[in-house]
Nanobody, 121 residues
Framework: QVTLEESGGGLVEAGGSLRLSCGASGGTLIRGWFRQAPGKAREFVAALRWSRGTTDYADSGKGRFTISRDNANNTMYLQMNSLNSEDTAVYYC?????????????????WGQGTQVTISS
């Protein structure tokens, strides 16, 4: 069993930055970030393979978002820069038992409660 807890969301102005954290008890090989904006489906943001640090990003975040991990504290991060109104969403961290990075939310069995990110223009 894996439990996940996000933190770090908030309200920032367009162009600003936020760093989300995802603390975990237990662990899986693949962990990722997803987001869901009002009226839209949940979408993939980024993921990493915990053992090797291999990463994958959705096009929307490439060059602006960085996913990373702290092995000692079993914590995953999402550094988000140059934020804009389209980044407004609830952000979820998730953990998957898959052997390789996947963007499919159906492959993630464990989810946090989510943290709200709101970008003001």
């Amino acid at each position: 069993q894996v439990t996940l807890e996000e933190s770090g969301g908030g309200l920032v102005e367009a162009g600003g930055s936020l760093r989300l954290s995802c603390g975990a008890s237990g662990g899986t090989l693949i962990r990722g970030w997803f987001r869901q904006a009002p009226g839209k489906a949940r979408e993939f943001v980024a993921a990493l393979r915990w053992s090797r640090g291999t990463t994958d990003y959705a096009d929307s975040g490439k060059g602006r978002f960085t996913i990373s991990r702290d092995n000692a504290n079993n914590t995953m991060y999402l550094q988000m820069n140059s934020l804009n109104s389209e980044d407004t969403a609830v952000y979820y961290c998730a953990a998957s038992g898959a052997q390789f990075i996947t963007r499919d939310s159906a492959h993630y069995a464990y989810w946090g409660q989510g943290t709200q990110v709101t970008i003001s223009s």
